[in-house]
């Protein structure tokens, strides 16, 4: 018998965890030092939120649950946002609280709210470690939080339980849950409402991405010549320049998209997980063929001609084998549409804007790079004017979609991916959220290049005013200069006020061991033009 907390550390280790994220308190330094014996760095952020953001990516980008600690009661709430954006962006994550004693629970004491409330509705499970628990929770902690949909798991750590003896965890293989195969029935039905349709198109959603299914969907369209749609997190499950491809949902010139969306008499969402964007919010009422791990989700207006659940590479092979009718689309007008799309995204103006800085980001950053994005109007440029090649990575938050997400999530992806390069797109509001982060960046020496498109405003809210044909309110985010010296917290700033100074700034930023900020000052009066109010 050992510790719990060798215990505990020596199952992390086992199942490939190499980073924790947190801030540490006094109940946590036992833990701390246990997986330090086990290989396993403790990253001290600035803000507890980070921490389960960076946890997020890590998910993301290994399939390895991400590990994130808080102390009691305001450690925990600043813990809840990045643990929420894990249960909404489904990502397999480990969040540990410190809890107070069994004794003291419901007692009113400094900092004690209730942990297990807290988070039951932004986990997939949560539970109290404790003696008699350990073996079965740290094994199905792990099961859980990466079978499907994968996502967050809680586990509260008693103050007193850390010196507890326990048997050791022996960790299976793989502990997630498989996926039934679908039923042939239903693949039949959709093969004949497939025989029988005229212009159908794809939605390409989350879960087909999650799964790596780009080759599998790539073969189909391929075969069948059918339009494309993608939601914003499947971006560059298929290349932009893909004759089928029609554009991302609910991003930058969704009504360009909805051109070719809306002569469709048929929808068959792959993977589609209505968590970014739900069906009914764009798709016409024509038929729907749902083919994806989960139910779907859609109001009862909508014709479901059939609902396929279980594994998505059984059910795509089996439509990839089908040999279906030559349909109606002219995809010459689907790359016209695409192409008028793309010109409209890149407006000539007389000013530096953001489409300026991130084409010019598009030509420097290498294929393979990972961009990393925060929330407000250039994601919504961004998402839908960025060009992926299949290699690269465009990390973002959607399902949960909270502003300060990029600086974290940037420096996350650096440290599981240390060989590539790594650039954050954030806007001058939510870069004052998480910037603190970049101090952790500089001490780590870790290379992330933060582009700040400084517009002076909430951009996207300023639109949205714009739609009420209210006047811009309470959406100023600075007066006169924003970064008024050369540097922040240690970070080297750059300037880009034009495209060369732009491609200059990015060399140089990537060219250097640590952190560097680049301010991009651009015209953010181009988003009114951009993004579209309706997409039906």
Not at 23 to 41: D, V
Not at 132 to 159: C, M, R, W
Not at 405 to 421: E, T
């Amino acid at each position: 018998m050992a510790k719990i907390t060798e215990e505990l550390a020596k199952a992390l280790h086992a199942k490939g965890v190499r980073y924790a994220f947190g801030i540490p308190g006094g109940p946590s330094i036992p833990y701390m030092e246990a997986m330090k014996n086990q290989g396993i760095e403790f990253v001290t952020v600035a803000n507890e939120q980070s921490a389960g953001m960076m946890a997020d990516v890590f998910g993301r980008l290994t399939g390895i649950p991400g590990v994130c600690h808080a102390t009691f009661g305001p450690g925990a709430t600043n813990l809840s946002t990045g643990v929420g954006g894990a249960l909404l962006d489904r990502s397999p994550l480990l969040a540990f609280t410190t809890e107070v004693k069994d004794e003291e629970l419901g007692r009113r004491i400094q900092m004690n709210v209730d942990h297990q409330a807290l988070f039951k509705p932004i986990t997939k499970w949560t539970t109290r470690l404790s003696k008699d628990n350990f073996q079965y929770s740290i094994s199905n902690a792990f099961k859980i939080a990466t079978s499907e949909n994968p996502g967050p798991v809680h586990l509260g750590l008693p103050v007193d339980i850390c010196d507890y003896q326990v048997d050791p965890v022996h960790m299976e293989a793989s502990e997630k849950e498989p996926i039934p195969f679908p039923e042939q029935s239903l693949l039949d039905e959709a093969k004949r409402i497939l025989e029988n349709a005229k212009k159908p198109i794809i939605a390409i959603g989350l879960t087909a991405a999650r799964h790596g299914l780009h080759h599998s969907i790539r073969k189909l369209i391929n075969k069948n010549n059918i339009p494309v749609v993608v939601t914003p997190m499947a971006k560059g499950i298929i290349t932009e320049n893909h004759p089928c491809y029609a554009g991302v949902l609910f991003h930058a010139k969704s009504d360009c998209v909805a051109t070719i969306y809306r002569d469709a008499d048929l929808i068959i969402g792959i993977g589609y997980d209505s968590i970014e964007f739900n069906y009914e919010a764009w798709m016409p009422h024509v038929p729907l063929i749902h083919i994806d791990t989960e139910p779907v989700d859609i109001t009862s207006e909508y014709d479901v001609a059939v609902e396929i659940i279980g594994r998505l590479d059984y059910s795509l092979s089996y439509l990839i084998s089908l040999n279906l009718p030559k349909y109606d689309w002219d995809l010459s007008k689907v790359e016209d549409n695409r192409l008028k799309m793309f010109e409209a995204l890149a407006p000539r103006t007389k000013t530096f804007n953001s489409s300026d800085a991130i084409s010019v980001l598009r030509t420097v950053l290498p294929g393979d790079g990972i961009l990393t994005s925060d929330v407000g109007a250039h994601l919504h440029l961004l998402g839908q004017l960025w060009n992926m090649d299949g290699s690269g990575d465009l990390i973002m938050t959607n399902g949960w979609s909270t502003m300060g997400f990029g600086i974290p999530s940037a420096i996350g992806a650096k440290l599981c991916q240390p060989s590539r390069m790594v650039a954050c797109v954030t806007g001058d509001g939510g870069f004052l959220m998480n910037c603190g982060e970049l101090l952790m960046a500089r001490r780590l020496g870790i290379n992330v290049v933060i582009i700040v498109l400084v517009d002076r405003n909430y951009s996207l809210i300023k639109v949205k005013q714009g739609w009420k044909d209210l006047a811009a309110y309470a959406t100023e985010v600075h007066e006169g200069e924003y970064f008024d010296a050369n540097k922040f917290l240690g970070v080297p700033i750059l300037t880009a006020r034009d495209k060369d100074e732009m491609k200059k700034s990015l060399q140089q930023a990537f060219g250097v061991s640590g952190p560097v900020i680049i301010e991009a000052i651009v015209d953010g009066t181009i988003y009114d033009n951009l993004i579209t109010r309706n997409y039906k």
